[in-house]
């Protein structure tokens, strides 16, 4: 298969039996839009969720299909599936560790090996016309590891269409196809990053660290760290679809990991203010 072939609501198939309902299902198995390489998109969360930040959320799992996902992370092959996303580690090959990776995926953690591991022992169906009712009155997180510009468009098409609604984010939003914004919040680490995301129409969702004071008016803070409710109460993320503001969230990373985080952020801010200065002079020396 490859993908959801359906469009519609009108699921023609009988309703599963509680004891039939899948821990998960492939949504989509063939080649990443970012550089041809096999990829995999599990949905799962069908039967229970307990993940504390997005609540009782269907997950979708954006892997490499051909490679376990600490192989793609020490080889960087997980470019894949996360592109030049500005969480993504280096692999030290003397130290045998991931460095610098301040992704808020814990790929042990939050299952993400076992999905691998189910997924290649077969146990995940491929989605299928009787598969589609699992979705109906669903919220879903689209790419809870991954970036959803890696998966072609139309498996989001459909999934929001089967569900009750979604939240998604890109940290690709630059360079992906910008139909992406349907979906996902454009992720900025930056003032910078959040006004070129909006100035190209792309709802934001903006780190920020727990020291950040810059107010801008059209941001809101987080529900879910505002309030302690979860994601699927809230649905607040769901790309340029709605009308809504940006959101900001204070950096939430695993334990030791913000002060890689404001390390990566000064090299970036740095980045960006060099860029700035180019154009600056580019624009003096052509006027
Ligand atoms: S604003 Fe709402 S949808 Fe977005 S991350 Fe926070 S709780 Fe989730």
Redesign the pocket.
């Known amino acids: 298969m490859g993908e959801i072939e359906l469009n519609n609501k009108t699921f023609g198939a009988k309703k599963m039996l509680k004891k039939d309902i899948p821990n998960g299902v492939i949504i989509y198995e063939g080649p990443s839009i970012l550089d041809g390489a096999p990829i995999v998109v599990i949905a799962n969360g069908f039967k229970e969720n307990n993940n504390r930040?997005?609540g009782d959320m269907i997950q979708t799992w954006i892997l490499r299909s051909d490679m376990h996902p600490n192989d793609a992370l020490k080889t960087g092959s997980d470019s894949s599936i996360c592109g030049d996303c500005f969480h993504r580690g280096e692999y030290n090959s003397e130290t045998g560790l991931i460095e610098n990776n301040t992704c808020y995926v814990n790929l042990y953690k939050q299952g993400v090996y076992s999905i691998y591991h189910a997924y290649k022992r077969g146990s995940y169906p491929v989605c299928d016309i009787k598969h589609m009712q699992l979705f109906d009155g669903k919220h879903v997180r689209i790419g809870s590891y991954g970036d959803p510009a890696a998966v072609p468009i139309h498996v989001w098409d459909t999934i929001s269409k089967l569900c009750k609604d979604y939240?998604g984010y890109s940290h690709l939003w630059r360079t992906c196809d910008q139909a992406y914004s349907k979906y996902c919040?454009a992720s900025c680490e930056t003032v910078r990053g959040y006004e070129h995301a909006n100035k190209k129409k792309w709802r934001t969702?903006r780190l920020i660290s727990k020291h950040d004071t810059i107010k801008n008016i059209n941001e809101?803070?987080?529900?879910?760290?505002v309030t302690g409710?979860?994601?699927d109460?809230?649905?607040?993320?769901?790309g340029s679809m709605s009308n809504r503001k940006n959101?900001t969230?204070v950096f939430h990373g695993i334990n030791g990991k913000e002060k890689q985080y404001l390390a990566k952020l000064k090299k970036l801010e740095a980045r960006e203010a060099e860029e700035v200065k180019e154009v600056k002079k580019f624009v003096l020396i052509n006027s």
Do not use: E, G
């Open positions: 930040k997005v939240t919040m969702f809101i803070p987080c529900f879910a760290q409710a979860h994601c109460k809230c649905n607040y993320c769901n959101v969230v």
